[in-house]
């Protein structure tokens, strides 16, 4: 019975092309991943293994530059990450506690419409706008901008988590007094947390990626991660580019894990 | 976990501390082509001088001048444009005056860089490096003649499709102009129906427009032949590629880069500070030795290096046709913009 | 992702009722002042005039939508006649993106269809495969491509080792090269709706199919197709839409001669082009378009839900 079960639900060839999408997905990477260490100026040749790039990367003339807009990166993501978070908590729980009313559509609409508009009209818009408005550029700009852009993103797992969790635990709470915001804070909140890192992570990474918006919006000389990557690769990629990557390469994968421990941890619960 | 939220959003303030902290920092905001300047200088003149020096890199002259029109005015301090692009730049109400006594190396300039059509008595900007605009073919590919802009418009076999142009509108228009030996800026419709007929018809033998990536994909033999700078062949034949630089019979661009004081520049001091800095012979000696071209300051050439004073990219031939790039006026600008146009489709 | 399901269904909760204009109003001054705000005022950029030499003057005409549609000529004063240049960008581009979208279908159905017919304990060990080259910077994936590609790249050195060809392939800067790295940005975005689609399928139909001697594949084209249908065309959407609009793939894989609208647009603004008005413009036909596909496949899906509500 069994086995003509899963016979039905197995096709012939899908396990190949699975595999045929991994191998296209971390080919590159992986290439990349090697070519880092090549020993090699040129990145054509290889020349033996190597960890001079690396070295290169904290100790060379760019050094100073890529440290900067590493800072500059963390720092506008864990600005527009929180902030973002903090805004679609608060949305998903007028839009998912607050009952039914009129605004709920729109503002549902309005919360993902980030997603909706391709990010070079975004990017092309908020320059404009900071322009029309005589708003100089610089961090606050890319801040800005990223908060906007970071909030759907922030609230696609908060509001799954918040769907998720049954309101009986805050009425019960209230119909023994407690206040709301009591009742937020004790019982809510800490259910939301596993949604809330998510949508703070996920947040977190789509303002390290961005790189169409920033370059728009970003004033003299302040650089993103991304950007100091692009304007970098726009006269060649060397080899300490491949080094940058590899190690951004691997932060992503214990960021990934982190969140992939945090939802398991979460499930056995 | 609402420990660690609260630990993250702490790293946050933190962060947001020292970022401030550091943004109190003595600087100047510097615009600069790309791959122009060593790291080195800018690391001698923050040591000399205590200020830091911030850059960002612009990739064409009108590239420059579309950014500065897009709101980057007051946030930079200084640009380094080519010749006609000092003048557009003035004319636009984009540069900051400075009189000659604010800069105490300005005696330094040489004579024949002093009074120049672009910017008479030097009111805007400073010499930093002049150069040629032509292009450079590789041997491998190639073994004849390359001393006309035919190489360029009319090529070869060998060399069709495996051409890449500068991706600068006036120095390609111009060098279309030398070609047809028409003057620059014409007004006269068949003349620029001309130029449009040209590089439509040369088109097909371009593969890219790319000024950035010019070198390396000479080096990496990615194209046969590109339309490139005099120090930037320089720079690819010394990494390697098998080039010649050319310099055409029928015409080649002189330039000049200049460093300019931008309006409402925010460090307007300090950036005072970087010009005199780059007037003197020593220092503007490191640009060319690095970037190979020449400065037009006075004593610089004692201190470049023997190799670059040899360098055939630098050495025209007597006779040579140089000419700088003109400014037109409104009415032509805006045919040239559409002959760019008809290009880049 | 599939079928809107954030919109609460059945749960009525109003705990915040009170103050939900309160929690609301911190995201509405966000969003309207910094996206839609600003999009009013790119719509109205949109009809100002272009100055000489870049930046604009306040003075309403249709001059941008009439370069976006019309040919004057060198000079100006010609007749009108259509302007192909820039709708076969929009074409184009129309057609790298459609493309991406047929190619990651293509693999990425497969793959969503084998992850989630796993047992339930590896299952998440492959969608977390899936999804970390998600997390890797966009630009980072970007470039490894095209080194993998370039004509003097390991691809190349490897196809020309195994002698399967003698003379290395040119893909960088082609339509290829695009599509390529466009399919590979946007994979994810097909493989995990569809993933999430199979993963709700109830596979006793396809046992009933099985036991009306239906084939495997007519199984999957009559059954479990229109059940996953939602979830095949969200991530059809999840790669069209930010594929039509990209600039990194079209940028560095696919050379300055291959303008697609992302970089039609940034060089309006970051380039040499320097017209604003017109930057608009273009813009604001991208984001219509975009639009329209939005409501044509939400209409699409509401009658679909509609329809499959009665099984």
């Known amino acids: ?269 | 976990m609402k420990q660690k939220i609260k630990k993250s959003v702490a790293a946050a303030a933190l962060v947001c501390v020292v970022t401030s902290a550091a943004k109190a920092e003595e600087q100047v905001v510097l615009y600069h082509w790309f791959e122009y300047i060593p790291q080195e200088l800018l690391e001698k003149f923050t040591s000399e001088s205590g200020i830091e020096v911030v850059m960002d890199t612009y990739d064409s002259n009108e590239a420059l001048l579309a950014s500065l029109k897009a709101g980057a005015i007051g946030t930079y301090d200084l640009a380094v444009p080519g010749d006609y692009m000092v003048e557009i730049l003035a004319n636009q109400g984009l540069l900051g005056e400075f009189k000659p006594d604010e800069l105490k190396n300005f005696e330094n300039i040489a004579d024949q860089w002093l009074n120049v059509d672009f910017d008479p008595g030097r009111q805007y900007s400073i010499p930093y490096q002049w150069g040629t605009t032509s292009f450079s073919v590789n041997r491998d590919v190639y073994q004849g003649e390359i001393d006309q802009l035919s190489v360029l418009f009319n090529p070869p076999e060998e060399l069709s499709g495996k051409i890449n142009m500068l991706d600068a509108q006036n120095d390609v228009l111009a060098l279309a102009s030398l070609y047809l030996n028409i003057p620059q800026c014409t007004n006269d419709r068949e003349q620029l129906k001309a130029i449009n007929g040209l590089v439509q018809e040369a088109k097909q033998h371009w593969v890219s427009f790319n000024s950035d990536t010019t070198k390396d994909i000479l080096v990496s033999g990615d194209v046969a032949a590109s339309m490139i700078w005099n120090g930037f062949g320089a720079r690819a034949r010394v990494e390697g590629a098998n080039i010649e630089y050319a310099f055409p019979t029928d015409g080649y661009i002189v330039w000049m880069d200049n460093v300019v004081l931008l309006k409402d520049a925010p460090n307007r001091e300090n950036a005072l500070k970087f010009m005199d800095f780059l007037l003197v012979p020593e220092n503007i000696a490191a640009v060319s030795d690095y970037a190979r071209y020449e400065s037009g300051i006075t004593g610089a050439k004692e201190h470049v290096s023997d190799e670059l004073r040899e360098m055939p990219e630098l050495n025209a031939p007597t006779g040579g046709k140089g000419h700088f790039v003109e400014v037109c006026d409104a009415e032509t600008q805006a045919v040239y913009d559409q002959i760019w146009t008809n290009l880049r489709k | 992702m599939a079928g809107g399901s954030t919109s609460g269904g059945s749960v009525k909760a109003d705990t915040y009722a009170g103050v939900r204009h309160w929690l609301l109003a911190p995201s509405w001054l966000v969003l309207l002042t910094v996206v839609v705000g600003p999009l009013c005022i790119m719509l109205i950029y949109s009809f100002l005039t272009k100055e000489f030499r870049g930046g604009v003057v306040w003075e309403f005409n249709l001059a941008a939508y009439d370069k976006f549609f019309f040919d004057r000529g060198l000079f100006g004063d010609e007749a009108p006649r259509i302007e192909w240049t820039y709708i076969s960008i929009y074409w184009r581009s129309i057609l790298q993106a459609a493309i991406a979208t047929l190619v990651s279908l293509l693999i990425g159905f497969p793959t969503a269809y084998f992850i989630a017919t796993r047992p339930t304990t590896s299952r998440a060990l492959w969608v977390f495969l899936i999804t970390i080259p998600y997390w890797v910077n966009l630009l980072i994936r970007t470039v490894s491509m095209k080194f993998l590609l370039r004509d003097q790249g390991p691809l190349n050195a490897f196809l020309l080792s195994t002698g399967i060809i003698d003379q290395p392939l040119t893909i960088v800067n082609t339509d290829v090269a695009v599509q390529l790295g466009l399919f590979y940005s946007y994979l994810p975005f097909m493989v995990l709706p569809i993933y999430a689609a199979v993963e709700q399928y109830d596979h006793r139909l396809s046992e009933a199919a099985a036991d009306l001697y239906a084939s495997r594949w007519i199984a999957l084209r009559r059954v479990i197709l229109p059940a996953v249908k939602p979830g095949v065309i969200a991530g059809c959407i999840l790669v069209f839409v930010p594929s039509l609009g990209s600039f990194l793939a079209p940028d560095l894989l696919g050379g300055a001669r291959n303008f697609m609208i992302g970089s039609l647009i940034e060089d309006q603004f970051k380039g040499q082009a320097g017209d604003w008005p017109f930057g608009a413009a273009a813009s604001m036909i991208l984001l219509s378009m975009v639009l329209i596909v939005l409501i044509v496949a939400a209409r699409r899906q509401a009658r679909a839900k509609a329809a499959g509500g009665e099984v």
């Not at chain 1, 070295?55 to 506008?76: P, Q, R």
């Open chain 1, 1 to 269: 019975m069994s086995s003509s079960k899963t016979d039905v639900r197995r096709y012939p060839g899908f396990l190949s092309v699975t595999l045929l999408c991994l191998l296209v997905l971390y080919a590159p990477l992986v290439i990349v991943g090697i070519y880092s260490f090549n020993a090699s100026n040129s990145i054509t040749s290889w020349d033996g293994f190597s960890l001079r790039w690396y070295a290169e990367v904290f100790t060379g003339s760019e050094s100073e530059k890529f440290k900067i807009a590493a800072w500059n990166s963390l720092f506008i993501a864990i600005i527009a990450a929180s902030c973002a978070t903090i805004l679609a908590v608060l949305a998903a729980m007028a839009i998912i506690r607050g009952g039914q009313f009129r605004t709920r559509q729109i503002s549902q609409g309005l919360v993902s419409l980030p997603l909706m508009v391709p990010e070079i009209v975004t990017a092309v818009a908020t320059l404009i706008f900071f322009n029309a408005i005589g708003f100089s550029r610089g961090h606050m700009t890319i801040i800005i901008a990223h908060i906007a852009f970071c909030v759907p993103f922030a609230y696609m797992p908060i509001a799954a988590r918040m769907q998720g969790v049954e309101d009986s635990y805050e009425m019960a709470a209230m119909d023994l007094y407690a206040s709301r915001f009591q009742a937020f804070c004790r019982i809510l909140l800490p259910l939301m947390i596993p949604g809330i890192i998510s949508g703070f992570l996920l947040a977190f990474i789509i303002s390290m990626d961005d790189f169409l918006i920033t370059n728009f919006v970003k004033g003299a000389g302040v650089e993103t991660l991304p950007t100091a990557i692009f304007g970098a690769v726009k006269q060649g990629i060397k080899p300490n580019i491949m080094a940058i990557s590899t190690m951004l390469l691997g932060l992503s994968i214990i960021i990934v894990s982190l969140s992939y421990i945090v939802s398991k941890f979460d499930n056995t619960k």
